[in-house]
């Protein structure tokens, strides 16, 4: 079946520490993107692609970096310049175009101890 | 430019009666609309999109929204609410590569 698969589903992390979420889609879309989720809020751009070797910034990349060297992949990097990482990161795809929806992937809750 | 407003954070129904959660939006273009859910520590889900075909658009599991222009409106609606249906719901404004989320609202159901 397609569709997108993020792992670790939980992670645990020491402060200092860069960690890298995995974002995988078989559903042969060009765009991908980085959200990420805080309890009772609502969904923050980190990043987004929309061809091989290219991304933009959204509205909250500082600390974070990504790659997009292959289409089916789009990793996230949390660095140790992220003061407050704890979160829910979700990773989503779509066709491009005004009218694509976005798939989402089942998320990765990063924990900072 | 664009935004959206769910109008309430919270909802709470009864099992078996209505459900109404309410996005008004605005965008200087027609914009494709979208309503997703999503349950705890899940991913989020897509009820049903609008993309400027009929305004009236049925989704999965029982849900409908209208697509009211005059208002600027997309509600989202449901005859009769299941336990189930307890989640977060949030509505969507794209415009090509612009994606606006709204804040989100929390359906809880009553036995």
């Known amino acids: 079946d397609g569709g997108i698969t993020q792992s670790p589903k939980y992670l645990f992390r020491k402060e200092g520490q860069n960690v890298t979420l995995s974002c995988e889609q078989n559903l042969n879309h060009d765009a991908m993107y980085w959200y990420r989720q805080d309890p009772g809020q609502g969904l923050r751009l980190i990043y987004y692609s929309q061809i091989v070797n290219d991304f933009q910034k959204g509205d909250i990349a500082e600390g974070y970096s990504v790659s997009r060297e292959k289409k089916e992949s789009f990793p996230l990097t949390v660095t140790s310049a992220q003061k407050n990482p704890t979160a829910f990161y979700l990773c989503?795809?779509?066709?491009?175009?005004?009218?694509?929806?976005?798939?989402f992937g089942e998320g990765s809750r990063l924990t900072v101890l | 430019a664009q935004s959206v407003t769910q109008l309430d954070s919270h909802v709470s129904v009864s099992e078996g009666t209505p459900v109404l959660l309410r996005c008004n939006y605005s965008?200087?273009?027609?914009?494709?609309l979208f309503w997703y859910v999503q349950h705890p520590n899940k991913g989020l889900q897509l009820l049903l999109k609008?993309?400027?075909?009929?305004?009236l658009v049925k989704g999965i599991n029982g849900f409908e929204a209208e697509f009211k222009k005059s208002e600027t409106s997309f509600h989202l609606t449901k005859p009769s609410a299941h336990m189930s249906d307890a989640a977060e719901y949030f509505c969507?404004?794209?415009?090509?590569?612009?994606?606006?989320f709204g804040s989100g609202t929390r359906l809880s159901i009553r036995p």
């Open positions: 989503a795809s779509s066709k491009t175009g005004d009218t694509g929806e976005l798939f």
């Open positions: 969507v404004v794209r415009r090509a590569s612009k994606i606006i």
């Open positions: 609008y993309t400027s075909a009929a305004t």
């Open positions: 965008s200087s273009y027609s914009p494709s």
